[in-house]
């Protein structure tokens, strides 16, 4: 296997080069990554980081990119300011059915941030999506 490796060197290269991970170059050629791995090295190859051979795989959106920056107080502050200037787009939405929580996303605040103006604003909240074990404020206290 590994002589065959050696003989396709151009072809393993190439392939890898094409985005195909070195865990599945190893695999097809019956060897271990970690060998092709210095291979790889041995021939000068430069070799791709972990979020590389994580795209090849899955979807740009579901590859973890390291952790998000924390935003500054006044980005915080900022982000507040937006979604109490949508109040009322706020509003309708939530009443037309989009959750606290795709809110909260969409406006980069907490969902407790938006669970707090929408009390404060009145507005009338729907029964929790959660399932009935999960919802301490449904349970009888009369058993």
Not at 23 to 33: D, H, M, P
Not at 36 to 53: K, T
Request: hydrophobic letters at 40%; glycine letters at 6%.
């Amino acid at each position: 296997m590994r002589e065959r490796v050696l003989a396709e060197r151009e072809l393993v290269v190439r392939r890898y080069r094409e985005g195909v991970p070195l865990s599945r170059l190893a695999e097809e050629y019956g060897v271990s990554a970690g060998w092709l791995g210095r291979r790889f090295d041995e021939w000068g190859e430069e070799r791709r980081g972990l979020v590389d051979a994580l795209l090849y795989r899955r979807a740009g959106a579901r590859v973890f990119r390291g952790r998000a920056r924390r935003r500054t107080s006044e980005e915080v502050r900022e982000a507040r300011a937006e979604f109490v200037a949508a109040r009322d787009s706020v509003e309708a939405r939530y009443r037309e059915g989009v959750s606290a929580a795709a809110l909260a996303r969409e406006f980069r605040v907490s969902p407790t941030f938006v669970a707090e103006r929408l009390v404060e604003w009145e507005v009338p909240r729907r029964e929790s999506r959660a399932p009935l074990h999960l919802r301490t404020e449904n349970l009888s206290t009369d058993l």
